[in-house]
């Protein structure tokens, strides 16, 4: 497993738990909620599933854009698509445009901030999602949220995945960070070794 791999996990997480959360309580949201649950999906999962793709696909921009286009419009557009048309066209523009925007950032950086950025966005992304939850949580009845699964009533599992993943990205990270400084490093028998003038000199008089 890599660190691209455990961004990805990552995601598709929040995009799950987003869908579900939604889906289940629908009719106990707010029409202005309604409106900002799936933006918010949307941009999300689409910066983050963008620079994913982005990373991987960055030997052809064309299709990396693509890709990440239809990943941000797939995370809005389901969530808002369970709610009304609005909801779909709000989550799906707003997927588009991030997932764009992940995919054209991630190449501008040079190849050796990928890994770190991937962990910067992801940290940001977590703290979004984090806030989303709160949002969601506050528009339902106490009644209603106590009968509730323990994974949409209390937030202390959407914390739990996060610092999680983090730490295996971060883990994942240092080993691929040491492996590459290995593989980098010169063998000993490449390092030239330096010239001793007093023994050339002293094989020079025995002659």
């Not at 966005?121 to 969601?136: A, E, K, T």
């Amino acid at each position: 497993m890599t660190s691209w791999m455990v961004a990805t996990i990552f995601y598709v997480f929040m995009a799950c738990w987003s869908f579900g959360f939604i889906y289940r309580y629908r009719c106990n949201l707010t029409s202005t909620i309604t409106m900002i649950s799936p933006m918010v999906s949307g941009m999300i999962i689409g910066f983050g599933g963008g620079t994913i793709a982005g990373l991987l696909l960055s030997h052809n921009l064309l299709l990396s854009l693509f890709i990440c286009v239809l990943i941000g419009m797939i995370a809005g557009g389901s969530i808002g698509a369970i709610i009304s048309i609005g909801a779909f066209l709000n989550g799906a523009l707003s997927g588009m445009m991030a997932g764009m925007t992940g995919a054209m950032l991630i190449n501008m950086l040079p190849t050796s901030q990928w890994s770190q950025s991937i962990l910067a966005f992801m940290v940001i992304s977590g703290i979004f999602q984090f806030v989303h939850l709160l949002m969601l949580q506050g528009q339902i009845e106490e009644k209603i949220l106590s009968q509730s699964p323990w994974i949409y009533r209390s937030p202390a599992l959407m914390l739990i995945v996060t610092v999680i993943l983090l730490s295996i990205h971060i883990t994942f990270e240092r080993k691929e960070a040491s492996l590459i400084d290995s593989r980098s490093a010169p063998k000993p028998e490449h390092i030239q070794q330096p010239f001793d003038k007093s023994k050339s000199s002293g094989h020079r008089m025995s002659h």
